[in-house]
C-alpha cells in the first residue's frame, strides 16, 4: 500500500514538474521571439535603433541585474530551507526584489520617455519587450507572496523555478536590447 | 551526485555579480581601440555562463543529467548568436 502511494506521489510530482516546464517554454519561446525580431528590425532600421539605444539609461539596467539576480538567490534558498519560517522570509525577499525591479524599471521609463505611442520601431519594441518582461517580474512577485503564505514544497518550487526563468530571460534581454 | 556538484547558490551569486562587473567594463569601461565585435561576443559569452550558472545552482540541476540543462543554455546561445551576427553585420556595412 506505502509503495502504491510512494508511486501515485512520485507520478503526481513528474506530472507537476512536466507542467511548469511546458509553462516555462512556452515563456522562453515567445521571448525568444520577440528578442529575434527585435534584432532583425534592429538590421532593417539601424538608425532609429542607435538612436534608440543612445537614449536608454546606462546604469539602472546593471542595478536591475543585480537586483533580479539576487532575488533569484533568494527564491532558490527558499526551496533548500525546512523550516517554514525561513522559507516565508526567503520568498518575501525575492518578492521584494521584484517589487524594486518594477520600481526602477518604471523610473528608468520615466527618464528614457519610452512608450508604445512612440512613433519609431525602436521605442515601440523596446516598450512591448521590456514591458511584458515587468508585467512577468510582476506578477511573478504577487505569486511569491502568495506561496509565502501557503509554502508547500510543491508550492515553492513551482513559482521558483518560473522565477528562475523570469531571470534567465532579463539576462538574455539585458545584452540583446541595452549593450550589442 | 558528488559533493562538488551540489548546487551552491551563494558561489553562483559572487560569481553572477563579478560577470556583471565584467559585463558593465566590457561595455562602458574599455578603450575605444577595443574591436566592437570582440566586446560583442564576449558580452554574449558572458551572458550564455550567467544563464549556465542560474540553470546549473539556482533552478538546481547540477550534477544532474537532463538534456534540460543543455536545452535552457542552448536557447540563451542561440538567441545571442542573432544578436551578435546581426550586430557584426551591421559592424560590416
Known amino acids: ?180 | 551526485m558528488k559533493h562538488s556538484d551540489r548546487p551552491n547558490c551563494s558561489r553562483a551569486l559572487l560569481l553572477l555579480f563579478a560577470l556583471t562587473g565584467c559585463t558593465f567594463i566590457l561595455t562602458y569601461a574599455l578603450p575605444e581601440r577595443v574591436p566592437p565585435a570582440l566586446i560583442a561576443v564576449m558580452i554574449a559569452a558572458i551572458a550564455v555562463i550567467k544563464v549556465r550558472l542560474v540553470v546549473l545552482d539556482f533552478l538546481g540541476l547540477r550534477g544532474g543529467r537532463t538534456p534540460l540543462t543543455a536545452a535552457l543554455w542552448s536557447w540563451a546561445a542561440f538567441v545571442l548568436l542573432i544578436a551578435v551576427a546581426c550586430a557584426a553585420l551591421q559592424l560590416s556595412l
Open chain 1, 1 to 180: 500500500m506505502t509503495s502504491i502511494i510512494s508511486s501515485r506521489d512520485a507520478r503526481d510530482t513528474d506530472n507537476g514538474d512536466l507542467l511548469v516546464w511546458i509553462l516555462a517554454w512556452s515563456e522562453l519561446v515567445a521571448f525568444g521571439a520577440l528578442l529575434t525580431a527585435f534584432v532583425v528590425v534592429s538590421v532593417l532600421h539601424p538608425e532609429a535603433f542607435a538612436a534608440g539605444k543612445a537614449r536608454l539609461h546606462h546604469a539602472l539596467p546593471i542595478i536591475n541585474t543585480i537586483v533580479l539576480l539576487a532575488s533569484g538567490w533568494f527564491a532558490a534558498r527558499a526551496a533548500e530551507q525546512s523550516a517554514i519560517p525561513r522559507r516565508r522570509m526567503m520568498l518575501l525577499a525575492a518578492a521584494l526584489g521584484g517589487v524594486v525591479f518594477g520600481g526602477l524599471k518604471c523610473i528608468e521609463y520615466a527618464f528614457e520617455g519610452s512608450s508604445l505611442l512612440s512613433g519609431d520601431p525602436f521605442s515601440q519594441l523596446y516598450f512591448l519587450i521590456t514591458g511584458f518582461h515587468l508585467t512577468h517580474v510582476a506578477f511573478g512577485s504577487m505569486i511569491l507572496v502568495l506561496v509565502a503564505v501557503f509554502p508547500t514544497r510543491e508550492n515553492i518550487h513551482l513559482i521558483t523555478t518560473l522565477w528562475h526563468v523570469i531571470d534567465i530571460v532579463w539576462l538574455v534581454m539585458f545584452p540583446v536590447i541595452y549593450l550589442l
